[in-house]
């Protein structure tokens, strides 16, 4: 995609176009590879600052908008909200910070912009690695110990990972690697349950599903609803529910190719703690690998992840309570962590916080819920009271777990900003007040 900003006064000194460039560059980069709405409205205006422009971000989906001086138009500059990379994201901080702090000066500014964009992603070796393991992991939170099922949810997420990035060579379509994933998905589910190769065959066809599911965007549509960005808060949340539904209608196509469905799958089972908390920190340790996340920063998400589904694993096993009450309080602890060591670490907090607790998304009952709507369709008036009852379960539980999710991990968030606001945004302020 052209990231070039399209000028509207050509009479415009050349270092201002230049400048422009390489702020629109540096915030579409950052806008597109998952970081928060407001730590790229606040970059852009740092880097401004830094080469001598005053300027507003305006971010709008599919493109952001650069206000310059106060003026009635605006450069306007082509980028979605598309994708998850902190490692480019850390990359552009970085550049941000030392730009203003003046390390870094203005002639190599753009060059470094540049070099950013180039940061490798994670090798198809790796990523296919990481999505095996992150479905077994998976697999063991949800009551899957038998090494046959584990073997054949990690074959059918390796599977799907190696497809989605053959898929992406062929073209930049964001909803046809998910979907066509979630197919691969649901063709070894089937193939496990019509030939008994698994104890939880259910779980084959999940659980390399739920690695799918498009967290950081339901994160960062939640917060800018938060922030009373609604136009982009809703078009964020729209976009993360489409995927969600081709996810659920790859898993039913392959699991119908093979004369299967979810309809009977049964209840997640409970796990010890030891074999819970080692598989949330490798699946933790996997998403990390999916978003392009520092192999020298892995720890951090990981040990924290650990520890927020011990606090979930104890409220739920010990204490009785609900699933949802569990993510919330776990989701809560890691929100209060995240929120000023995202800053610290200049990452995306959408994406570290669900690093931590992507092991928690309700995929499994959206999931069922999704097959169950599938069989009542095909049952029609035959259909029993049950499976209804069963889909109003399901999709009441799976909202109401991530309704959990998003508020324990957003509210910190919100209130850190609003009471303990990041250095930069300190400097920032302080900047506007002092008397020139």
């Known amino acids: 995609m052209n990231n070039a900003v399209h000028v509207t006064a050509a009479s415009r000194p050349a270092h201002r176009v230049e400048a422009l460039e390489t702020i629109g560059a540096a915030a579409a980069m950052l806008y597109k590879n998952g970081q928060t709405t407001e730590r790229v409205v606040l970059a852009a205006e740092r880097l401004g600052r830094a080469l001598g422009v005053s300027l507003t971000l305006h971010p709008h989906w599919g493109e952001i908008a650069l206000q310059v001086d106060g003026a009635p138009f605006s450069e306007m500059i082509p980028a979605a909200p598309l994708g998850v990379d902190m490692g480019k994201v850390l990359a552009v901080m970085t550049i941000a910070d030392q730009a203003c702090d003046g390390v870094l000066p203005r002639e190599g500014l753009r060059p470094a912009v540049e070099a950013a964009a180039r940061t490798p992603v994670a090798s198809t ?51 046809i690697q998910p979907l066509c994933a979630a197919a691969v998905a649901g063709l070894v589910g089937a193939a496990a349950t019509r030939f008994h190769l698994s104890q939880a065959p259910a779980l084959v066809a999940l659980c390399p599903c739920m690695i799918l599911v498009p967290g950081p965007h339901i994160l960062n549509g ?12 809703v078009a964020r949340l729209t976009y993360a529910g489409l995927i969600a539904l081709l996810i659920c ?40 690998t999916f978003f392009s996340l520092p192999g020298r920063m892995l720890p951090f998400p990981i040990a924290l ?4 589904h011990a606090v979930r694993w104890a409220l739920i096993s010990l204490a009785g309570a ?104 300190r400097r920032a302020v302080a900047k506007v007040d002092r008397p020139e």
């Open 249 to 288: 209608a790859g898993l039913l196509l392959g699991l119908a190719t093979g004369g299967e469905s979810l309809a009977d799958a049964g209840s997640s089972t409970p796990v010890p703690l030891a074999a819970d908390v080692i598989a949330a920190g490798i699946a933790v340790a996997a998403f990390g």
């Open 322 to 425: 609900q699933v949802a009450t569990g993510a919330l309080v776990a989701c809560a602890l890691v929100g209060v962590v995240v929120a000023p060591v995202a800053d610290r670490l200049r990452l995306p907090f959408a994406a570290l916080g669900f690093c931590a607790v992507v092991s928690m998304m309700p995929g499994f009952f959206l999931f069922r819920a999704a097959g169950g709507l599938f069989e009542l369709v095909s049952l029609g008036q035959r259909a029993p009271a049950a499976l209804l009852a069963g889909i109003a379960a399901n999709a009441a539980t799976a909202f109401l777990i991530v309704l959990a999710m998003t508020f324990g991990l957003i509210l910190p968030r919100v209130l850190f900003e609003q009471f303990l606001p990041a250095p930069e945004t």
């Open 125 to 175: 070796a790796r990523f296919t690695l990481f999505a095996a393991l992150g479905a077994a992991s998976l697999g063991v939170i949800f009551g899957a110990l038998d090494v046959a099922s584990l073997q054949l949810i990690a074959f059918a997420g390796g599977a799907g990972a190696l497809f989605r990035r053959w898929l992406a060579k062929l073209g930049s379509n964001p909803f």
């Open 305 to 308: 992840g650990m520890a927020a």
């Open 222 to 233: 939640a917060i800018d609803l938060a922030r009373t960005r609604i136009t982009l808060g």
